[in-house]
């Protein structure tokens, strides 16, 4: 079955870097779009970053742009978020989702249970 | 990359039907038939529950249906039941592949 495992979340100072990993399992992994999408506490849904199944390019919400990067190791089945100057309103959790079918469609059809990062002085 | 407008709450009766509104703009919803529905209980990852405006993902029961006219989306649920009580978004495709969420709406069932 489609596994979605996210883990590297924590609590960290205002300015400071944190790389979440999301480890995939129960399916080609090589062959689907993934996303990052996060929800702050008592907030919505936010979608964050998407990288294409070759990681041939990556597409960040203007929220993050320049500051986070969305990758992806094939061979490891395992896809990644660097957040560097993280700033406290980035405090939420962060889900991975797969990505069903062409990529501009946005169906996210597995998410994993999501990693909370604190960002707090 | 604004949100897009959802109420923040629906309510409902079991058996009865509700209609959930998600409004855009035409670089978003009103541009492109990529708008999906996702469901979430509290302390659980969301649920994809349509797809491309009106496509029901195998398992998501048949009472669960979507819409789209211009610029607004529309989930609607029909026959109410309990465990339908859920916060519910929506989610479309955006200019240069980028995706905007609605704020959320939470449904009661009464």
């Known amino acids: 079955q489609v596994q979605l495992v996210e883990s590297g979340g924590g609590v960290v100072q205002p300015g400071t870097s944190l790389r979440l990993s999301c480890a995939a399992s129960?399916?080609?992994?090589?062959?689907?779009?993934m996303h990052w999408v996060r929800q702050g506490p008592g907030k919505g849904l936010e979608w964050v970053a998407g990288?294409?199944?070759?990681?041939?390019?990556?597409y960040y919400a203007d929220s993050v742009k320049g500051r986070f990067t969305i990758s992806r190791d094939n061979s490891k089945n395992t896809l990644y978020l660097q957040m560097n100057s993280l700033r406290t309103e980035d405090t939420a959790v962060y889900y991975c989702?797969?990505?069903?079918?062409?990529?501009?469609?946005?169906?996210?059809?597995?998410w994993g249970q999501g990693a909370l990062v604190t960002v707090s002085s | 990359q604004s949100a897009l407008t959802q109420p923040r709450s629906v309510s409902g009766s079991p058996g009865q039907s509700v209609t959930i509104s998600c409004t855009g703009t035409?670089?978003?919803?009103?541009?492109?038939?990529?708008v999906s529905w996702y469901q979430q209980h509290p302390g659980k990852a969301p649920k994809l529950m349509i797809s491309?405006?009106?496509k029901r993902p195998s398992g998501v029961p048949d009472r669960f249906s979507g819409s789209k006219s211009g610029n607004t989306a529309s989930l609607t649920i029909s026959g109410l039941q309990a465990e339908d009580e859920a916060d519910y978004y929506c989610?479309?495709?955006?200019?240069?592949?980028?995706?905007?969420f609605g704020g959320g709406t939470k449904l009661t069932v009464l």
């Open positions: 989702a797969r990505g069903t079918g062409a990529m501009v469609r946005g169906v996210l059809d597995y």
């Open positions: 129960g399916f080609t992994f090589r062959t689907y779009v």
């Open positions: 990288i294409p199944y070759d990681g041939s390019n990556e």
């Open positions: 035409s670089s978003d919803v009103g541009g492109y038939n990529y």
């Open positions: 491309d405006v009106t």
């Open positions: 989610c479309s495709y955006a200019v240069s592949y980028t995706w905007v």
